[in-house]
């Protein structure tokens, strides 16, 4: 972060009440956790779900913070003759209103994604390819709400030439909220299916949310979807500038059937000497479609696909004795659990193992795509089926009496952990672990 900002201004952008011995004084940077603060740092003070940084002001100017950002009312009036303070109706919206400034104080093109499925490695993909290009920066790991948008917005500096953000939403207008700040010049859809069901109506309510992204681009900015999709092929009749991508032969950047990942746009065949499943050959071409959107060569684009690196626990392999391991455990939702298994059905060699906790956030959909994920698992002729969680037991009693899975079922998957190490002991195969983040599933791999 390297703001460059005067107090004074900082005022401005967030429209607060300053009391500053020097409103000339510059800051670059601002601190918001009270644990790390340093002598002379700002403090800006958030109010999370669990905790309210106001509360930790008076020990952050004890620790020789050197200013304090937060709401009126929520600020001890006697640190205004110890501290400089700036005092705004709202701490998290000024914070977004200093992002929104300082991404269209810069001059780098910017591409924000959003999806149920693949947008974070659609983000890395194409993170990837822009690098190629020019320096980019990008939001990390799940820093993709009202929070983590703002602050990966104010790592924008001037050597940057490309901005890749992914945006996600667990609620309606989540993706307004965040996208208003962006501001993109290309916004790409990769799908719409049942995720957060929890918060959300129905899948038309995930569309709109989704969608709400198209509002917030810059002028003459482009539309990138996926026309594969149901719900997202309605955006056919855009008016303004787009590029469609998928198998569909109707796609403007059509994905062929081939086992390296190949495409045709605008009658030129084009091959990139990589390997990918059929969810990864979607979330390429997405990339390489906003790629072309945001300028970029294609010779470029063919360096950046081979230079792509996969995030960590999503759809990760490794080799452990006799056994392969995909570790998917970043999250789960329908969508991604039933193409992971049919990705595991076909595996060569076996046997086929799925080590499956609860999908989450699914409402009261919950227990019918857990009694589905019963269906994908017979479907993929997986042989061995360890399930966890109070929402797994619905695929669990979907499978009592089968014989052509075996099947262990507990609440935590410390109950049948044991067991599975032993299996794999004997037998290897391939071992597909797969859960929503909240369970924890990749600290199996430790126990096994």
């Known amino acids: ?29 601002f601190v918001t956790d009270s644990r790390v603060i340093s002598a002379g ?27 304090v950002i937060g709401e009126r009312g929520h600020i001890p009036t006697d640190m205004y ?5 700036l005092e705004v109706d709202n701490s998290l919206l000024s914070l977004q209103e200093l992002a929104k400034y300082h991404r269209l104080n810069s001059l780098l093109k910017v ?68 996208a208003s700040l962006v501001v993109p010049d290309v916004a790409v859809l990769t799908n719409v299916s049942a995720a957060h069901l929890e918060f959300f109506k129905d899948l038309e309510t995930v569309y709109q949310t989704k969608t709400e992204l198209i509002d917030c681009l810059a ?69 390489c479609a906003a790629a072309i959107a945001l300028g970029i060569f294609m010779d470029q684009i063919k360096e950046g696909l081979l230079s ?6 999503r759809m990760e392999r490794m080799q452990r004795g006799a056994t392969r391991f995909i570790l998917d455990c970043y999250n789960a939702n329908p969508a991604s659990m039933q193409n992971a298994l049919q990705i595991l059905g076909r595996e ?33 002729h997986i042989e061995y089926a360890f399930l966890a969680g109070k929402e797994m037991k619905h695929a669990a009693d979907m499978l009592a009496g089968t014989t052509s899975i075996k099947v262990h079922y ?9 067991q599975l190490k032993k299996l794999l002991a004997q037998k290897g195969g391939v071992c597909l672990l797969k859960a929503s983040r909240g369970m924890k599933f990749e600290n199996i791999l430790k126990e096994i």
């Open 81 to 85: 003759d110890k501290v400089d303070v």
């Open 41 to 67: 740092d700002v403090f800006w003070a958030l109010k999370g779900q669990t905790h309210d940084a106001h509360n930790f002001i008076a020990d952050v100017v004890s620790k020789g913070a050197s200013a």
């Open 348 to 380: 060569a060699g076996g046997p086929h193992i799925a080590v499956l906790g609860d999908m989450r956030e699914l409402g009261e959909t919950s227990k019918n795509f857990h009694r589905l994920v019963a269906r994908w698992l017979l479907d993929n």
């Open 111 to 178: 591409a924000a994604i959003t999806g149920s499925n693949g947008k974070s490695t659609t983000k890395q993909m194409l993170k990837s390819i822009c690098a190629q290009a020019g320096e980019t920066v990008a939001n990390m790991g799940n820093f993709n709400n009202q929070f983590g948008v703002p602050f990966s917005l104010l790592e924008i500096q001037p050597k940057h030439k490309y901005g890749v953000f992914e945006l996600g939403a667990s609620h309606p207008g989540d993706i307004k909220e965040t």
């Open 308 to 313: 792509f690196t996969p995030m960590p626990m």
């Open 219 to 287: 002028p003459a900015g482009t539309l990138i979807y996926n026309c594969d999709d149901e719900m997202l092929a309605r955006l056919e009749d855009y008016k303004g500038k787009r590029i469609s991508f998928g198998f569909n032969q109707n796609a403007d950047l059509r994905i062929l059937d081939t086992e390296k990942f190949s495409f045709t746009y605008k009658g030129t065949a084009y091959v990139i000497d990589v390997y990918l499943e059929r969810h990864d050959k979607l979330n390429a071409a997405a990339a």
């Open 410 to 418: 507990a609440q935590t998957a410390q109950q049948w952990t044991a």
């Open 1 to 29: 972060m390297k703001l460059n900002l005067s107090l004074n201004k900082l005022a401005s952008i967030t429209e607060g009440t300053l009391h500053a011995k020097d409103p000339n004084r510059i800051i670059q940077s």
